[in-house]
């Protein structure tokens, strides 16, 4: 599969099928992944995989914590209203859009689908040293964005969520992983199911209000 095929037929898989990974294909992705451009090559990210019996521990305590608790993650969430405009309308034109896009049943079971981390067989937690400065969480972005890129090349469906790491402490525990370090995103990979919340498909802005070419 070529780089555009990958880049437009990646979107967020909120559910994913029974099927299971090959962790050998996974180790295979992050290998290649390690490729990813940093600042002096610094490669600051590291990868927590979970599968099997760790992911269900991490799946059964995202649930109890879920029922009683907002979420705690390394990296603070934001208010909307603290955001710039010019994000800020985009967001709120997805959840309009998603809103309509949704059944009222749907709508009521989606953050259950949330809490169930997408039923992904795998997840993958990427964290940066917490002494990191901002270029660091560029180069972590980048990395997460080639790990999809390749996940999509081989067959396999993504989904980059706040949702894996809102609860961090006990994804320290059950993952050891070391307190200074940030655990700032989590990637689920599987195949993807076939469900009318894996079809909806976000827009984007047109490329004017994004590209400012000056020639
Ligand atoms: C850093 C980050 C965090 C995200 N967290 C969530 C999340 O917690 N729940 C969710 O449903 N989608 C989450 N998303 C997915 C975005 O909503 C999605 O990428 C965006 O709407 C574009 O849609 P697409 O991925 O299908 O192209 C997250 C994406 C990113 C990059």
Partial sequence: MDVATAVSRRHSVRVFDSRPVALELVKKIICQAQRTPSWVDS?????????????????????????????ESDWPTWHRERWNIFPRTQMAHLTADREQYLSA???????????????????????????????????????????????????????????????????????????????AIG???GYEAKHHFNTYHSSRLPIDQVLKIND
Avoid: C
């Avoid at 590291?46 to 009683?68: D, E």
């Avoid at 469906?157 to 961090?168: D, N, Q």
């Fill in 43 to 71: 490669q600051p990210w590291k990868v927590y995989l979970a599968a099997g019996k760790s992911l269900q521990r991490i799946r059964r305590a995202h649930l109890a914590n879920s029922a009683t608790a907002g979420g």
């Fill in 105 to 183: 049943a749907e709508r009521t079971a989606w953050p259950e689908m949330q809490h169930q981390l997408y039923q992904a067989p795998v997840v993958l937690y990427l964290t940066i040293p917490k002494q990191s400065p901002n270029w660091s969480i560029f180069d972590l972005g980048a990395f997460g964005q080639t790990i999809m890129l390749l996940a999509q090349a081989e067959g396999l469906g993504s989904m980059v969520a706040y949702e894996f790491v809102r609860f961090p402490k006990e994804l320290r525990n059950i993952l050891t992983i070391p307190d200074d370090e940030a655990i």
């Fill in 187 to 189: 990637i689920g990979l």
